[in-house]
Every structure is written in C-alpha cells, then in structure tokens.
C-alpha cells in the first residue's frame, strides 16, 4: 500500500502562485509508474490536471497548460505541481495520485483545498 502525502495548499488571489507537494512512502521512479494530480470542485467530477512519467512526459489538461508545471524528484519520491497565473476556476480540491501499471493499482492522497479568491 503506497501512501502519498500532499502540502502546500491554501488561499491565493487571482494571479498568485502555489506549489503543491506530493511525497510517496515507496519508491516512484518504476518504469511501470504514472504519478500526477487530478482536482475536483464542488458539485464536478474529479478531473486529470497533469500527470508524469517514469521518462519525464508529461500531460495537462488545456485549461492548464501553460500555467502549470508536474515535475518529480526520485531521490525524495516527491511529486510537485507548480501553479502559475491562478485563476478563480482553478478553485478545489487537488488530489495526488500514483498508478503502477503493471497491477493496475491506483493510490490516492487525501487532498489539499486550493482556493483563488480575491
């Protein structure tokens, strides 16, 4: 059972700037491996938002690309999520995740609120 654990959330004005942070209990740099973060708000479904693997390609979803960054550091089996030029539709909850796929196993993080208000 991997565990991931989220930080960096919080309140930000539109414009602003947040890291969010995601570090795994096991290792992340497998071949078989996809980490990334979805985000779901209030009364939507839970949406991919960016995702990376073990190779370093990347993916985002349109409504982010160009103002988000996934980046990884094996050596601390960290996920981190950069998110520039925030906007108020950028409100939620983000999630982290890690797929192995080999055993088609998805783990999740517990969440961290990301609020765009000003």
């Known amino acids: 059972q991997v565990q991931l654990v989220e930080s960096g959330g919080g309140l930000v004005q539109p414009g602003g700037s947040l890291r969010l942070s995601c570090a795994a209990s096991e290792t992340i740099l497998r071949s078989d491996t996809l980490v990334g973060w979805y985000r779901q708000a209030p009364g939507t479904q839970r949406e991919l938002v960016a995702r990376?693997?073990?190779?370093?390609?990347?993916d985002y979803s349109d409504s982010v690309k160009g103002r988000f960054t996934v980046s990884r550091d094996n050596a601390k089996n960290t996920v981190y999520l950069q998110m520039n030029g925030l906007k108020p539709e950028d409100t939620a909850v983000y999630y982290c995740?890690?797929?192995?796929?080999?055993?088609?196993?998805?783990?999740w993080g517990q969440g961290t609120q990301v609020t765009v208000s000003s």
């Open positions: 995740y890690l797929r192995r796929l080999l055993t088609s196993s998805t783990y």
């Open positions: 990376i693997n073990s190779g370093g390609g990347t």
